[in-house]
């Protein structure tokens, strides 16, 4: 029974012609799959339906074929062949009456057209701004171009209304889309009635919700996504601006939806932006307009959300990242669960599906684009096919993984930990500067476990290969996780750096036991992730002296991916951190260090007290590779398999350990598929 507390989360809202049922409202985000894997999108949307939520919007939707963002994988809405994956998401999305939201977009100057090798067009003549600095430009728009823009995105309201979408929404938000760009006096520097004052600069938005209204507006609502501020100073399209422009056209569109400036300011990580990040910029707009106001800010507290609705600032609770993290939070909440929310953690590990182009993935959900590819669910697993017990060793995030998910199909299973405490690396790595988040991903498996009769933990219990052949588990699962390495083999270097025994060399794993550098102290990065960067601050905190040496052009240069690259050099630098980039490490002596110029090969000697390798790991595999050796006593034992997965058979993010428990404990006991794929995909068909 629902606490009523939370009452007000489920009151429905009127949105112009549509009602949500509630004030959940997943945000339009991205997930890697688009046009390349529509069922696999359209899946997931299902599930968040199944999952409670009262709207449910599409990622970014490409209008037109003169301005795409190749190569990142979107929607497209070009055509009538694009129609049949949209049509197929919007029915997913109402299969458990949410509201279907389509996002649709014209990238202008963030679209250089690298697929269609269409001349890009902005408010003016503008190089193309996005992540990749490629080297074309958009022209500036004539009168023919804006008409011609309000044509296609006419085509594109009359396709999304077609395909069954109930709210349609602009996007202008994040610096992608051609409504900030005229709406921004950095992007727009037109004189002529579409640039100049602000009202100006909102004319072609008025225009653009005009004709949507004179298309679909008696059945569909029209909403429009917008930066609360470009943070750009007076250039830029500021928040005191935008609030001037809510107050002119403050009944123009049926929703107003907010996200702040850049897409790295509005989906920061845990560890640079709190929850409810946004509060201050977005509180007051509300009164400025009679229609109902969505923001975002990873939220995951259902009071948190209640007190935005109760104190003014929000209609709808806006979310991605919470969504992905658990597609069932609003039913959860519903049911008075709230122990069960599997709550974000703010990595942004999601992102980078987008970003690498790639399938995305979730740390805390890995059933998260694998729902139509796998048949995969949140929350429920296939029944156990077979009475067999399992022992898993290791309880990190891929151990506890794999017992809580084992627990749930119905296998009788034991956890055991070599120490006294569960979550391995997620543990250690949450004691580090701003990782405090990171224990969410133990917290919520160890919740679950502890519920379950079926789940035996054992802690203090470090097991041999001699005690797990004499236990009789027919399946062992070996999770020891890894171990940082202390040689400096990495990326650059494939073979040990040259190190004087007398100097000080430290690890990742060194420091999160407490044994601390003093004096100056060298870190080499080679791992290019959040490590390095986070434990230059600890050591920073201890009152070290860091230089820090990358082989990369960038300090946490894959972070690039997370959207917090450029937090993590800033506050380096701000913090005093000697930063030198593209130096690798030649050799360790005593007193100090050699590194040299990753293109010229130069040197230069660094004096230093201590080295601090944060390089690659290498797995803890001496317990597997033991039973391995004995494969011949595992029938006598009772053994059927014995299997290595999570840093144990690979070491990567926590994200990859977490998926790797959750497969072991989905394919156990299930029929071997020989050469077929693992997973289902779409491949376009050829035309003539």
Known sequence: MRDPRYDILFEPVKIGPVTAKNRFYQVPHCNGGGYRDPSAAAEMRRVKSEGGWGVIFTEQVEIHHTSEITPFIELRLWDEDDMPGLVKMADAIHSNGALAGIELAYSGANGPNLYTREVPMGPGHSPILT???????????????????????KLAYRRAKRAGYDILCLYGAHGFGIVQHFLSPRTNQRTDEYGGSLENRSRLLKELISDARDEVGDTCAIAVRLSLDEMAGEQGFSNAQLRDMVAMHA??????????GTWEACSGTSRFK???????????????????????????????MVRQVKQGILDFIGAARPSIADPFLPKKVDENRIEDIREC???????????????????????????????????????????????????GPAG???????????????????????????????????????????????????????????????LSADDILGFGFEHVAIATGATWRRDGVARYHLFPVVLDSAMPVFTPDDLMAGKLPSGHVVLYDDDHYYMGSVLAELLLKQG??????????????WATNTLEQGYIQQR??????????????????????????????????????????????LPDESVFLDLKTRQAEWADSGILSVKAIGDAQAPAAIAWATYAGHRYAEELDEPDQGDALPFRREVARVKD
Request: contains cysteine; aromatic residues 6%.
């Open 131 to 153: 992540f990749t600095s490629d080297p074309v430009q958009a022209r500036a728009m004539d009168k023919e171009d804006i008409r011609n823009l309000r044509h296609w995105h």
């Open 251 to 260: 009944e123009l569109p049926d929703l107003w939806d907010f996200a702040h």
């Open 274 to 304: 709190p929850e409810g990040a946004q509060e201050d910029l977005i509180r007051g707009i509300k009164q400025l307009t009679p229609k109902p106001v969505v923001g975002v800010g990873r939220f995951t507290s259902a009071d948190m």
């Open 345 to 395: 953690i703010g990595c942004n590990i999601c992102v980078t599906g987008d970003m690498t182009m790639s399938i995305s993935r979730c740390t805390q959900n890995s059933s998260f684009m694998e729902e139509w590819r796998k048949g995969w669910h949140p929350e429920r697993m296939p029944a156990k096919k077979s009475e067999t017990k399992v022992l898993v060793v290791g309880a």
């Open 400 to 462: 506890l993984s794999a017992a809580h998910r084992l627990g749930l199909r119905g296998y009788e299973v034991a956890l055991a930990e070599a120490g006294a405490d569960l979550g391995g690396r997620v543990t250690r790595e949450s004691r580090l500067p701003g990782l405090s988040a990171w224990a969410r991903v133990r917290d919520y498996r160890v919740g679950q476990i502890q519920k379950m009769t079926n789940v035996n933990v054992y802690r203090d219990s470090a």
């Open 544 to 557: 070290c002296r860091v230089t820090y040496l990358t082989p990369s052009t960038k300090a946490s240069e």
């Open 572 to 617: 380096l630098l701000e913090s005093g951190v000697d930063v030198k980039v593209t130096r690798a490490l030649s050799s360790v002596q005593t007193g100090g260090v050699t590194a040299s110029c990753t293109y010229t090969g130069r040197t230069e000697e660094i004096a230093c007290d201590a080295v601090l390798m944060v390089t690659a790991r």
